[in-house]
Every structure is written in structure tokens, then in C-alpha cells.
């Protein structure tokens, strides 16, 4: 298969059965229920573009560990020229104006177990490198999304996980024999996970000596016993399709269920686990994640950077003022902005190294600075958008009003714009506008851009621990003769 279409990532899903509740509800069928519509469609985005002979040339290459086609999605990366391709990809992909297609993780997480596993293998004799070779061919063969279930609940930050009051607040390996561990825990905020077919899960920090039993990085099915997954509804609208063609044009179409994934004492086979114990590597697998998550970041970031330039470009356009100097400059400031995020995508997979095992891993600092610098942004993105469009954008009545001919005629007469334009043309743009800044799609969005992908904290300690600064110490003291 390799490539798989978009009926055949859907029939997938409907050959698993995860335990899934939401709303207080428990869902029986992930693909006919309507919150889970968007998600499906927004990751469904890359198995369209990967048969689509638009994108084709980017989305797709050889893989010469099955020797077929393969998505660029379950690639493992080996050197500049993929990385300079996909860089490409993802800017490109904003045509499909999907803000988040998720497929980023499958690559993060399969990325990172083969490089950390020949590591782990070479310090400790271990044999975790063979097993992920052999989940990767199944992951290429049958073209998988995989969902990342990293980040664990936490506790109480100032404590590490063997010094919870609740050993569980951490995901923790409780029993274990000859085929395989049984874990406990739970992992938080995981986007898309039900709808994906495998989940990779791996320690959200560095463990110590004392915390072997919570270094434990393995995939697994999503529908294995004891997995449930807690969901909450995507930002999608409330106004049913029926009666919408004006509102929410990008969030009625995409958009994720987030969920909360209770291991209730699941079993894991040996053959999917790629770390157990080796808590001197937990850290490492971190920082691999990490070079690849915010290389993907940067690049998904400018798409929708992007869609927000044109989106002021044309609401200022409808209301006559598009010449104006502070449109002009707002413009201008997003265009750096854009083409800034643009550029780490760039610099990360220019940048890069090649790792012993042969992946070829985004530079770290690039990748970072860019996902912090466009998380920052998004705040000043939208101050512009809000005020080129005016009050407007949260003041506009519903689309049912200006359809309903009583109210319709005169919200139709006093929203009307630029002279030679439509009133309908107009209330379009403006409900974009409100689509990507006010509505509840745009504080998903948001929260996704400030936390998705680790703190901004956690971030920028990386960015420090990563600079040189000695170096630049003994420059300034040169400067003075020190
Ligand atoms: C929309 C969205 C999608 C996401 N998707 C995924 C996903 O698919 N898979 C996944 O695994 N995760 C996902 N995440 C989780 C994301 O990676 C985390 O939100 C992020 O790592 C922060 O962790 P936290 O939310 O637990 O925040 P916290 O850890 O509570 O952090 C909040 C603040 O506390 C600070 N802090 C935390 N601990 C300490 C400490 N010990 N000392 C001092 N300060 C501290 C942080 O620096 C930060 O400033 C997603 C998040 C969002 C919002």
C-alpha cells in the first residue's frame, strides 16, 4: 500500500475499537460521530495531498527499507534534501488551508525511536533498534497516522515523579514477565489520539536512577485493553451545517479532539517497547522530539501566518482601506513575521546532522527559536487582524439574520463596503476573520500554538543551555583587551 487514500485511512479506523467517551457520553463509532468529523478530515489533508499530483512530488518518495512509495509522513529522514522537501511541504500545504494535519507526530515519533534506539542498543547490548525498524516497516507499509501521548498529568511540578504523593501522576511500569510490562498512568492533552492507529508513547521528562520503573517509551494499538480515552469536543461550531454557508469557514472543516488517555493497567509486548529503564536515555529522547516537533511547528506556523496576511489583506480591501499606511505596515510587520518562521523552518533542516544511525535530525536551535518567535507572534497577528477589520468582526450579527429578509435587508444596506462590492462578499471575509481570531476554534488554536510542542519556558531554557555563551563572553572580552 504505502500511500493510502483517504477512504482507506477512514476504513482503518473503523476496523478499531478504542474505548472512547465525550461529553459524558461513551462513543461507539469515532467515524460517525459528528465531533469527530473535523479531526478525521484534518488528517485526512495528507492522504489527499499525497495522491493529489499537486503535491505528489513532495508528499511522497521511495522508501528503500519496504522498497515502495511511501508517504513523506512515515519517511525516515536521512538527509538535507528530505528535510529541505518537506520545509516545502508544509508551507505548501496552507492551500488546503488545514491549520494542524497532525500527521507531524508520526514522523517525530518514528524518527526519534530509530535514532535513540541505536543509541540505547550500543550502550547497553539491547536489542530496541530491531523492533523499531520492524514497527516502522508496518508504519510505512500501511501508511499510519500515529498520535503522540507524551505528556503525563504532573502532580505536584515541584515534585519528580518518584516523589509524588500519587506514584500514578507519572505513567509507571507496574508489573512485568517474560512477554511484556504492564503500565499505569495516564498521558494529557494528546491531540487526535482516537483517531489514530497507533499511539507512541515515551517519558515527558528525564528520569533519574530511582525512577527506572517510569522510563518506558513503546507504541501501541489504540484499542489495546485497559486504554481509555477522555475526550473533549473539538472548537467546532454550534450552528448546524444546514443552516451555515457564511460562518466558520475554517472551523466547521478542521480542528482536533483533545483527550486525556487513561492506562488502566494496559499490556505492552515486548516487541513494542524501545526504552524500559534506561532512564539515561529519557532525556535524549526528548531532545530528538524536540528537534523535529518544532522544525514541524515553524513550517505549519507560516501557512497559517500566511493565511492571516491575506485574510487582512482582503478584509481592508473590502472596506476601502487597504492603501492605508498603517494597513501597509501591519501587512509588512506580518510578512517578516511570516517569512522569519519561514526562515528557522529553513535554517533547522539546512542545519541539520546526521545521526550514527543514519537519521538526518533538524537543528535544535533553529527549530526552537522559530516556535517560540511564532507562538509570541500570534498575539500581535491578531491585534492587527482585529483592528484593520474593525468592531465588526465580534459585532456582526449571525448569518440567520442577515438571511432572514426581515432583518436581512438592512444589515445587507449598512454592511456593505467598498463601492462596486457585495454586502455578501464582504460578511464572508468578516466571518473569517472572526473564525481565526474570535472564535472557539481561535483559543484552540492559541493554547496549540503557546503549549503544544512544551512549554515556551522549557523552550527557551533549551535555547540557553544550547548557546554558546562563553564564546561570546571571551568575544566581548577581546572587545576590552580582558
Ligand atoms: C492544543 C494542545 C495540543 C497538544 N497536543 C499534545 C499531544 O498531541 N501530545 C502530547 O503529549 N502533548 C500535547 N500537548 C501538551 C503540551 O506539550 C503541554 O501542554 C506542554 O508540554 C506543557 O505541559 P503542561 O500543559 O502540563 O503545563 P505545565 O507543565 O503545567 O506548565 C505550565 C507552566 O508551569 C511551568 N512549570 C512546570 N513545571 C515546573 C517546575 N517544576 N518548575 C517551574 N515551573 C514549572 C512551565 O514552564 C509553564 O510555565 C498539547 C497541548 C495543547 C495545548
Redo the contacts with the bound molecule.
Keep these: 500500500m504505502g500511500v493510502r487514500t483517504r477512504r482507506e485511512y477512514i476504513e482503518s479506523l473503523k476496523n478499531q475499537k478504542p474505548i472512547v467517551y465525550m461529553n459524558g457520553k461513551k462513543v461507539e463509532d469515532v467515524v460517525e460521530n459528528e465531533f469527530f468529523k473535523v479531526g478525521i478530515n484534518s488528517i485526512a489533508i495528507t492522504y489527499d495531498t499525497a495522491n493529489d499530483p499537486n503535491y505528489k512530488s513532495l508528499s511522497t518518495l521511495r522508501s528503500p527499507l519496504i522498497n515502495e512509495d511511501i508517504s513523506i509522513w512515515t519517511n525516515i529522514q536521512v538527509n538535507r534534501e528530505q528535510a529541505l522537501t518537506k520545509t516545502k511541504l508544509m508551507r505548501v500545504l496552507g492551500e488546503t488551508l488545514c491549520p494542524c494535519h497532525y500527521r507531524c ?1 508520526t514522523s517525530d515519533c518514528i524518527n526519534t525511536a530509530w535514532a535513540v534506539t541505536y543509541e540505547i542498543d550500543n550502550k547497553h547490548n539491547t536489542e530496541y533498534h530491531k523492533r523499531v525498524i520492524e514497527i516502522v516497516k508496518n508504519v510505512q507499509r500501511f501508511d499510519l497516522v500515529i ?5 503525563d498529568p ?1 502532580g505536584d ?2 515534585f519528580s515523579p518518584a516523589e509524588q504523593e500519587d506514584p500514578d501522576m507519572y505513567l509507571h511500569i507496574v508489573d512485568r514477565d517474560d512477554e511484556g510490562v504492564i503500565v499505569r498512568g495516564a ?5 487526535a489520539a482516537p483517531y489514530t492507529n497507533m499511539l507512541c508513547v515515551f517519558p515527558s521528562r528525564p528520569m533519574k536512577k530511582n525512577e527506572r520503573d517510569y522510563a518506558i517509551a513503546f507504541f501501541t494499538p489504540v484499542d489495546a485493553d485497559g486504554i481509555k480515552f477522555i475526550c473533549k469536543s473539538p472548537p467546532i461550531p454550534e450552528v448546524r451545517e444546514e443552516e451555515r454557508d457564511m460562518e466558520n469557514p475554517i472551523s466547521s472543516r478542521f480542528g482536533h479532539v ?1 483527550t486525556t488517555i487513561i492506562f488502566d493497567d494496559v499490556f505492552i509486548p515486548w516487541d513494542y517497547i524501545f526504552l524500559c529503564g534506561e532512564y539515561e536515555f529519557t532525556g535524549r529522547i526528548l531532545q530528538i522530539f524536540n528537534s523535529f516537533h518544532t522544525w514541524h511547528k515553524c513550517g505549519c506556523r507560516c501557512a497559517n501566518m500566511e493565511l492571516n496576511i491575506g485574510s487582512l489583506a482582503l478584509t481592508t480591501y473590502y472596506s476601502g482601506i487597504e492603501n492605508a499606511p498603517h494597513i501597509k505596515e501591519y501587512i509588512t510587520n506580518m510578512i517578516i513575521d511570516a517569512e522569519i518562521t519561514y526562515a528557522c523552518a529553513l535554517a533547522a533542516a539546512i542545519e541539520g546532522n546526521k545521526h550514527e544511525s543514519g537519521v538526518y535530525i533538524p537543528n535544535r536551535m533553529y527549530g526552537n527559536v522559530g516556535k517560540i518567535f511564532s507562538a509570541e507572534k500570534l498575539g500581535e497577528e491578531r491585534f492587527f487582524l482585529q483592528e484593520a477589520s474593525g468592531g465588526i468582526v465580534i459585532t456582526m450579527p449571525s448569518e440567520r439574520d442577515y438571511k432572514n429578509p426581515e432583518t436581512g435587508k438592512f444589515l445587507k444596506k449598512y454592511v456593505k463596503g467598498r463601492v462596486g462590492t457585495l454586502a455578501d462578499e464582504r460578511v464572508r471575509v468578516i466571518k473569517l476573520v472572526e473564525d481565526l481570531i474570535a472564535s472557539k476554534w481561535a483559543g ?1 488554536y492559541w ?2 500554538c503557546i ?5 515556551i ?2 523552550l527557551k531554557e533549551r535555547v540557553f543551555a544550547d548557546f554558546n555563551i562563553e564564546k561570546v563572553k571571551n568575544r566581548a572580552r577581546k572587545a576590552v583587551k580582558l
Design positions: 507526530l498520535g503522540g501521548a507524551i505528556v504532573k511540578r515541584r498521558k494529557s492533552h494528546s491531540t483533545e484552540w493554547g496549540m503549549s503544544g510542542g512544551g512549554t519556558q522549557t
